[in-house]
């Protein structure tokens, strides 16, 4: 009782909003309620839809919901007023009837258009078969209108009346319907290389679908058939559902069905048929779906399968024989941790025998797990169509080297899968090795100079250390001295593994005072394992002066040349420098003049006699 009384109200709200919808147009009386949504314009037609007596007629038109609230519609033809019985010929000469075949589910199955926003339209179509018994001219096609109510049911809203033209056919009674001699047609791959993927990399491919039918298909659903065997499905099954949805494909029009597949472990290599169902209508509706089944081919690179019997051999088959003829880097010396291009010039050194489907991918040898090169731009993996007997062709990659590698060559290794005419699925490891160059880093310890002043012909020990800082040998490491004050000197130092320190130990001499800031140039030099050297220069102090040596003498044997007062410092410690040197000159110069003295007087005194005794013998 409740529920009846639930439907019973819910009419009512419907019945009232569709009153409300006509109130822009004036009163209306209750009692032509459905006479009036007849001029409500809830269906719109373009142009007038024709058909042929006996044949398929489909009438189009815009459904526009004028309700006020969001709803999910239906439409049905209605046989309210139409008189399905024996007409009489003025009935059927001006249309007083309905011109459709009239079967069990003609005014009972609704066709659903689906929901429609309030205020906005929606394409709809709806067929029957005309019936033969026509004369031609204008018939009018009743059609009712139907809203979901709260239980899922249809309960009539509106209905309006469709002007069709009909004409008698011109062909025998046994022609067969225009619809009916349509063929529904869709091509997969229309153009396109089978998609080809590699294990264990993801396999990212688009395939075409065209429809090669005759007319527009509406709310195409296009699904994979997916299968948990392996044998026949080689992908993994990451998501719930692979369809691929599109509300309308036009005649000849192509869409693209995008997929990304993880391929399985244990895929054998081959081709695979990929089943697909077309889940399609003819009207844009989407009532009456139809099914069309066909496939695709997909190619894994995974590992053979093995031969059950035991018996094959593969030697028993000829195949091509892929090599690198060459390989060429740009810049051709590789620093690590810098970018480069890598040419290389594959080979088909059969003199007879031509290679097809070639793959090849690139794989870097590993140093502590991690790889020494990488991809930095583009593919890893390049595909041939064919390689003719003898010919070549250029693999070009663009990659990077690990920064902290040692310096020396690395393996790159090109994986190579192709087909020959009695070897399918060849596989070929090609190597190259490409050298990565380390860049020579030293630095210096603190220069220890004892003394860091000397006179000229004097000596000054220099020590310092030079660290490897680098990842490379330092070989037949040497450092130089040299300025104007000092004589140029080299001190050997030898070979210094990375991370470790070499040591200079030397003397240097000074030759001239020094006259400019007291810089002293140091120059290390080593060599590579190339034998090409190599130069750093670095800057010591050493200041050289003048040797005052020889003015010592001049001061012991000019005893008495006055000193300035301000010299007095000067004096007193030269004499107390050299008090144990002055006492015996002092002691040599005393014996000498008292000598000298009393040689004087000696002869003074005898000349004196002398004169004396002249003086004598005069008297």
Not at 166 to 190: C, M, P, Q
Not at 261 to 266: L, Q, W
Not at 286 to 302: A, C, D, P, Q
Not at 596 to 605: D, F, G, S, T
């Amino acid at each position: 009782m409740r529920m009846g009384q639930n439907r019973t109200d819910f009419g009512r709200r419907w019945l009232t909003l569709c009153l409300a919808a006509l109130m822009g147009l004036g009163a209306v009386p209750v009692t032509g309620i459905l006479q009036a949504y007849a001029y409500n314009e809830w269906i719109t037609t373009t142009k007038v839809p024709t058909g042929k007596t006996g044949k398929q007629m489909t009438i189009s038109f815009r459904l526009k919901n004028k309700s006020g609230e969001d709803a999910e519609f239906a439409v049905r033809f209605s046989d309210d007023g139409v008189d399905i019985g024996d007409e009489d010929e003025d009935d059927l000469k001006y249309g007083h009837t309905f011109p459709f075949e009239v079967t069990d589910s003609t005014f009972e199955s609704w066709k659903t258009v689906g929901k429609i926003k309030s205020g906005e339209d929606k394409a709809v179509s709806i067929s029957g078969r005309v019936r033969r018994d026509l004369q031609d001219g204008y018939y009018t096609v009743p059609i009712e209108i139907g809203v979901k109510d709260d239980y899922g049911e249809w309960g009539q809203c509106a209905y309006e009346d469709v002007r069709v033209w009909i004409s008698r056919s011109s062909g025998s009674g046994d022609e067969e319907d225009d619809d009916a001699n349509k063929t529904y047609d869709f091509v997969l791959g229309e153009g396109q290389s089978t998609p080809d993927g590699t294990y264990p990399n993801v396999m990212n491919f688009a395939i075409n679908l065209r429809n090669n039918s005759p007319a527009n298909v509406y709310n195409v659903k296009a699904s994979i058939t997916l299968d948990a065997d392996t044998e026949k499905f080689p992908f993994e099954i990451n998501d719930v559902n692979y369809d691929r949805m599109f509300e309308k494909i036009a005649v000849d029009e192509t869409v693209p069905l995008n997929y990304s597949f993880a391929i399985r472990e244990d895929a054998y290599s081959g081709y695979y048929p990929i089943a697909m169902k077309i889940f399609y209508s003819d009207s844009s509706t989407g009532e009456e779906l139809k099914t069309f089944e066909t496939s695709f081919y997909v190619r894994i690179h995974n590992k053979d399968k093995e031969d059950e019997r035991g018996e094959f051999n593969e030697n028993d088959r000829t195949r091509a024989r892929i090599i690198v003829d060459s390989f060429t880097t740009d810049p051709e010396t590789i620093i690590a941790g810098d970018s480069f291009d890598l040419v290389i010039k594959i080979k088909n050194a059969s003199t007879s025998i031509t290679a097809s489907n070639l793959l090849f991918s690139i794989e870097s040898e590993k140093v502590s797990d991690s790889v020494v090169f990488t991809t930095e731009s583009g593919s890893s993996s390049v595909a041939l169509n064919s390689l003719p007997p003898g010919g070549t062709s250029e693999l070009r990659y663009r990659l990077k080297s690990r920064p902290g590698v040692d310096q020396r060559s690395y393996a790159l290794t090109v994986k190579t899968t192709f087909d020959s005419p009695e070897y399918k699925n060849a596989k070929e490891d090609l190597v190259v090795e490409v050298p990565v160059h380390q860049v020579a880093r030293l630095s210096t310890g603190t220069f220890e100079v004892m003394p860091d002043s000397i006179t000229v012909g004097s000596e000054s020990n220099v020590m310092f250390g030079i660290n490897n800082t680098g990842k490379i040998m330092l070989y037949n490491v040497t450092a130089s001295f040299e300025a104007d004050s000092v004589q140029a000197v080299e001190s050997y130092v030898g070979n210094i593994k990375p991370g470790e320190t070499g040591n200079v130990d030397c003397m240097v001499m000074g030759v001239a005072p020094t006259e400019d800031d007291g810089k002293v140039k140091v120059t290390i030099s080593y060599e590579d394992e190339n034998g090409d050297v190599f130069t750093e220069e670095k800057e010591l102090m050493l200041f050289v002066a003048e040797d005052m040596s020889g003015m010592e003498d001049m001061e012991v044997w000019n005893p008495e040349d006055e000193m300035p007062e301000e010299k007095a410092g000067f004096l007193s410690g030269f004499l107390e420098k050299h008090q144990q040197n002055l006492l015996p000159a002092a002691l040599a110069v005393i014996v000498v003049l008292t000598s000298v003295i009393v040689v004087m007087l000696v002869k003074h005194r005898k000349a004196k006699a002398e004169l004396d005794a002249d003086e004598d013998e005069e008297e």
